[in-house]
């Protein structure tokens, strides 16, 4: 396959040089995958820079079912908060800035109280 012409939404090196190993490990069993993660995480950064519907990725890149199909699996798997945290430390530290203090959030906070067993039996108790 020809290399493409690059698009303004595609990541740089330096910035894969980063994200790439935040990447779930290959599983040993399956096929060889057709399409490099790269050029899959080009594809969103192009839907998401540009808005354009899922079905408009443009046909260089990846097919758009299967953009999406990552899209949705990274997304359950948090790696774009990952991301987004590794690139946000990234620019912090070259400007001699320290990591930000990490807060659990207040829905963060109510899921951990739902999952303690002793409080999800009040919550069902106060239901009925």
């Not at 060889?32 to 998401?48: D, G, L, M, S």
């Not at 987004?84 to 990490?102: E, I």
């Amino acid at each position: 396959m020809q290399p493409r012409e690059p698009y303004n939404s595609d990541v740089s090196d330096r910035e894969w040089k980063i994200l790439c190993p935040l990447f779930p490990e290959k599983g040993r069993l399956g096929r060889p995958p057709r399409y490099e993660k790269r050029e899959v995480f080009n594809a969103i950064q192009y839907v998401t820079k540009t808005g354009c519907a899922w079905r408009d990725v443009p046909h260089d890149l990846p097919p758009w079912r299967l953009v999406y199909h990552y899209f949705s699996k990274w997304q359950k798997l948090g790696l774009w908060q990952k991301f987004n945290d590794a690139l946000r430390d990234k620019v912090r530290a070259k400007h001699g800035k320290k990591k930000p203090r990490l807060r659990a959030s207040s829905t963060l906070r109510r899921l951990k109280w739902l999952t303690n067993p002793e409080n999800a039996a009040t919550m069902q108790a106060r239901r009925w």
